[in-house]
């Protein structure tokens, strides 16, 4: 069993910045993959940021490459979500999600650990 728990969430305006982050459960930390999805009123839940905790690969969709990263500390158990030049289209609750062993594909279903959800609301 994985537990996730987020943080960091809040409202910018738009070119402003977030960190969010996430802690996992102390025991189950290493061979996971840690993932950063957000979901949009109306759309469906996408995948926006993949990192195996293990050797610290990552992946970052197309749409938020050069402006968010996902990086760990693994002495705190935690990953984040760095968010630079933000727009109104990341608007989302942002979910951590995990599973164990390296990264899938970043989709809903190759993950079966999900946090509660912080909202990012991004204004023009």
């Known amino acids: 069993q994985v537990q996730l728990v987020e943080s960091g969430g809040g409202s910018v305006q738009a070119g402003g910045s977030l960190r969010l982050s996430c802690v996992a459960s102390?025991?189950?930390?290493?061979?996971?993959?840690m993932g950063w999805f957000r979901q949009a009123p109306g759309k469906e839940r996408e995948g926006v940021a993949t990192l195996f905790t293990f050797d610290n690969s990552t992946e970052h969709a197309d749409s938020v490459k050069g402006r968010f990263t996902i990086s760990q500390d693994n002495a705190k158990n935690t990953v984040y979500l760095q968010m630079n030049n933000l727009k109104p289209d990341d608007t989302a609750m942002y979910y951590c999600a995990a599973t164990y062993g390296r990264c899938p594909d970043m989709v809903v279903l190759g993950f079966g650990y999900w946090g509660q959800g912080t909202q990012v609301t991004v204004s023009s």
């Open positions: 102390r025991y189950t930390y290493s061979n996971l993959c």
